[in-house]
């Protein structure tokens, strides 16, 4: 999978370079490339905001530059990409939409900054593959870097390859739409804590059952709105 992402503060994404998505970039699994958005500006001070028409505070990401780096990105790209642009405005992000993305070969993550960017960027960037934008949760950050890391990591690891033993993803919180089951490793007393008898038994069918009443009971208690409705007693 190909992955560009534009951004005014690259550094952010040096964060790539360690862990699973870093090893899976080295060995090619991953083509991960980072732009600086003021490479594709042509002022003395690499200007990408300005005032925003109609008033108010705060500045706008100007298209020129925006146009620039998508026409330079598109060029090169075999199939049209898909541009997700980070947005508290957008779609939430879920693991249903990692999932989507993931089958992508080619992922294109435009970071705003300051109030956002002028909108007729994602018209613009429409004519050239499909756009997302897409939040990663009801509040604002400074810009779209934290959340493209997020994004990228969370779709990442589901591309196959990157994570070693692929098992690993299916028993994840969000996986069946339900949060994961609490987990122990050894020893199996600590501190006065034993871990639940049920996974010292052996009965690997006592512990599927355990586990998926834990599932329920902590969806139940912590995130009520993921239940079915069956399950929520609607
Ligand atoms: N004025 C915008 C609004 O009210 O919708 C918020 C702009 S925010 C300060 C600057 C940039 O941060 C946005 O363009 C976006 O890229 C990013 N951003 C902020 N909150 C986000 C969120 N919850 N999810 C994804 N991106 C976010």
Not at 169 to 184: A, F, T
Not at 210 to 233: C, H, I, N, V
Request: include cysteine; glycine fraction near 10%.
């Amino acid at each position: 999978m190909r992955i560009d992402v534009v951004s005014i503060f690259p550094a952010f994404f040096d964060a790539l370079e360690v862990s699973l998505l870093g090893r899976a970039r080295g060995s090619g699994i991953l083509d991960i490339r980072v732009h600086d958005l003021r490479e594709w500006t042509h002022d003395r001070h690499r200007t990408v905001d300005d005032t925003p028409y109609g008033g108010g505070a705060g500045m706008v990401m100007k298209p020129e530059p925006w146009g620039e780096a998508l026409d330079a990105i598109a060029a090169e790209a075999a199939r049209p990409p898909v541009f997700v642009f980070p947005s508290p405005a957008g779609e939430v992000f879920r693991q249903s939409t990692a999932r989507e993305l993931a089958l992508e070969p080619h992922l294109v993550f435009g970071c705003g900054r300051y109030e956002g960017i002028d909108e007729r960027v994602f018209e613009y960037a429409a004519e050239r593959g499909t756009v997302r934008l897409v939040s990663l949760g009801d509040y604002v950050l400074n810009g779209g870097e934290v959340a493209a890391m997020a994004m990228i990591e969370a779709i990442g690891r589901l591309v196959p390859g990157v994570v070693g033993n692929p098992e690993s993803l299916v028993e994840e919180s969000h996986e069946d739409g339900l949060l994961e089951y609490p987990s122990y490793t050894k020893p199996s007393e600590w501190r006065g804590r034993a871990v639940p008898p049920v996974l010292l038994s052996g009965n690997h069918g006592a512990v599927a059952q355990w586990r998926r009443a834990q599932q329920l009971e902590r969806t139940r208690s912590r995130r009520p709105d993921l239940l079915p409705p069956a399950e929520r007693g609607e």
